[in-house]
């Protein structure tokens, strides 16, 4: 069984500031994905960034990093230079890259963003 | 011309009433999935189908029916709703589910059960 743990409910950053979104997992899966995504305020989950366990390197996408620390099964996304456009729930999820359950994207409850001008 | 559509946006039905979700994708994806997303909890899968064909049923109860007649449509169809099954209902569809698959969300259909 997978589980993601979003500890933050809400979180507030002022625009241009970076900001760090907390998320652990517990799996028993020798391999998996992790992926974080986006909830604006009209419903569409939109991906942000993905990071495999096996994996060397931190994933990084434009202003998004993922922070992937294996040993402690933390997975937080780095927002920098903030953006009003920011603002909304942000959601880490994890797949088990093999087995037949792959297909099982796991979520956790999310984080809600604001962000200040 | 969004990826992944759904309709209606909002629904709202009493307990007796039966109407049916609708989900069309563009991007040629093999998979598609119906989540719902209820106020503070996480998504919970519900279908999942790889070309038309079932997947996995997680456990849903029998008042929702999935249908997916092609690649690119999908339906959930609604039937003596409880009031607890008030949700947003999200689609998705993705090429597969190897590695670093992503899904592609639709903007979802937020049904309130009376």
């Known amino acids: 069984a997978q589980k993601i743990t979003q500890t933050q409910p809400g979180m507030f950053v002022q625009e241009k500031e970076a900001v760090t979104l907390d998320c652990t997992y517990d799996?028993?899966?020798?391999?998996?994905?992790l992926f974080w995504y986006k909830q604006p305020s009209s419903g569409e989950m939109i991906f942000l960034i993905y990071?495999?366990?096996?994996?060397?390197q931190n994933a990084t996408e434009g202003r998004y990093s993922l922070n992937f620390q294996k040993a402690r099964k933390s997975a937080n996304l780095v927002i920098s230079a903030s953006q009003l456009g920011d603002s909304a729930m942000y959601f880490c999820?994890?797949?088990?890259?093999?087995?037949?359950?792959?297909?099982?994207?796991?979520f956790g409850k999310g984080t809600k963003l604001s962000v200040i001008p | 011309e969004t990826g992944v559509t759904q309709t209606p946006r909002h629904l709202v039905m009493g307990m007796t009433n039966k109407k049916s979700l609708k989900c069309e994708q563009h991007l040629g994806h093999n998979a598609m999935y119906w989540y719902k997303q209820s106020a503070k909890k996480p998504l919970e899968l519900m279908f999942v189908?790889?070309?038309?064909?079932?997947?996995e049923n997680n456990s849903v109860p029998s008042r929702f029916s999935p249908e997916c007649p092609n690649s690119s449509h999908l339906f959930l169809h609604l039937h003596t709703l409880q009031p607890e099954d008030s949700a947003l209902y999200l689609c998705?569809?993705?090429?597969?589910?190897?590695?670093?698959?992503?899904?592609?969300f639709g903007s979802g259909t937020q049904l309130s059960v009376l």
């Open positions: 998705a569809s993705s090429t597969g589910w190897a590695s670093n698959e992503k899904l592609f």
């Open positions: 990071q495999g366990s096996y994996d060397q």
């Open positions: 189908y790889s070309l038309e064909e079932r997947v």
């Open positions: 999820a994890m797949r088990a890259l093999s087995g037949a359950g792959s297909y099982q994207l796991t």
């Open positions: 799996t028993s899966d020798p391999s998996y994905g």
